[in-house]
């Protein structure tokens, strides 16, 4: 059973640099697309970041180029560390995982549950 698990969120102040973790278990870690997305309220949950299962490269939203970045340390848990925070990148963030995406920004077949990121100005 493919199961993801996000964790690491909380109140943060501006500038802050927190990290992310997204526990996954139940698949291949580089046979599956992985995602970053983020909800904020009242706005359409967007991509974040994402890796490439066709290539293994790793993508960001212009919004975060540069503060965020997506990397995995032993093919079980994906990280997304959060430099530069901004009272703009306050959302529920997701990790998302899909077997079949050739795009890493299509629609996930498999999500965990979001972990909120407050940030204060």
């Given at each position: ?12 102040q ?8 997204c ?15 983020r ?5 359409e949950r967007e991509g ?19 503060r ?6 032993n ?6 560390q ?7 990148d ?10 079949f ?6 629609t996930?077949d498999?999500?965990g549950?979001?972990?909120?990121v407050?940030?204060?100005?």
């Open positions: 059973e493919v199961q993801l698990q996000a964790s690491g969120g909380g109140l943060v501006a500038g802050g640099s927190p990290r992310l973790s526990a996954i278990s139940g698949f291949t870690f580089d046979e599956y697309a992985i995602g970053w997305f909800q904020a309220p009242g706005k974040v970041s994402c890796i490439s299962i066709t290539d293994g490269s790793t993508y960001y939203a212009d919004s975060v180029m540069g965020f970045t997506m990397s995995s340390d093919a079980k848990t994906v990280y997304l959060m430099n530069s925070l901004k009272p703009e306050t959302a529920v963030y997701y990790c998302a995982a899909d077997p995406l050739v795009n890493c920004w299509g996930y498999y999500w549950q979001g972990t909120l407050t940030v204060s100005s």
